[in-house]
């Protein structure tokens, strides 16, 4: 097996999961949802979920086995990533969450056409922390569907000294699942990609629409984050 997909790796996914199911067995779990998401998902519409790369592993279990398509990067730790969510009950998609990044919104988009809710770290998967990069805009436009912004709290909880502070509740935790109001990107956001105005991910002309939906959308996904990280009693 080549280097890049190491002897060990399937059974290192193994193993993953399984503990992560283990471990999220014995959280307490409280979930807190907008009216107009439950509503949404009632009337059977499908999501774009957008969540912080720090609050990934209590929302993969969360909505583990859900069927939900995943936004996943070509790092060096993303073949790890994809195996673990693929046995939580995940399929996977690989590429950037910028804008530049086409295969993965190609990824992306073709499970959208078979009907997958859709999951992405809008500031993954290098960060900057808690910022949005214009790309959740774009794959919301190009799938014309809604974002969902997502977080997730924990207490106790163990932060990790990696560059978004990466959460692991401890068995037992208290976890608080919010998923806020669904937020629509205006049309005004994908023209410049359809006339291929935009550049890639070294930093380009984004539409001033679509600049206003991107910040506005990263301020409601960084106040459910303080809201719910102060309603469990974890950091600030």
């Not at 979930?31 to 990934?56: K, N, Q």
């Not at 859900?66 to 996977?92: K, N, P, Q, Y």
């Not at 590429?95 to 988009?109: K, N, Q």
């Not at 569907?145 to 909880?157: K, N």
């Amino acid at each position: 097996m080549s280097a890049r997909h190491p002897w060990w790796l399937p059974a290192a996914a193994f193993l993953g999961a399984a503990l992560l199911r283990l471990l999220g067995s014995t959280w307490r779990v409280t979930v807190a949802d907008d009216p107009e998401y439950t509503a949404g998902l009632r009337r059977g519409e499908r999501f774009i979920y957008a969540f912080w790369h720090s609050t990934m592993l209590p929302l993969v279990v969360f909505h583990r086995d859900e069927g939900a398509a995943v936004l996943v990067s070509r790092h060096r730790d993303g073949e790890l990533i994809a195996r673990v969510i693929e046995r939580l009950g995940f399929v996977a998609a690989r590429g950037s969450s910028t804008r530049g990044g086409e295969a993965g919104v190609r990824g992306m988009l073709a499970w959208a056409e078979r009907d997958r809710h859709l999951g992405i770290t809008p500031d993954g998967p290098r960060g900057p922390a808690e910022e949005v990069k214009d790309g959740a805009i774009y794959l919301a436009e190009r799938a014309a569907r809604r974002l969902v912004p997502t977080t997730a709290a924990a207490h106790p909880v163990r932060v990790l000294a990696t560059w978004d502070g990466f959460l692991v509740p401890w068995p037992f935790a208290r976890v608080l699942v919010v998923h806020g109001a669904p937020f629509a990107p205006g049309p005004a956001s994908g023209s410049a990609a359809a006339t291929g105005a935009e550049s890639g991910p070294a930093g380009a002309a984004v539409p001033e629409a679509a600049e206003r939906a991107r910040a506005c959308f990263e301020e409601t996904l960084r106040r459910l984050s303080r809201e719910a990280r102060a309603r469990v009693g974890g950091r600030a």
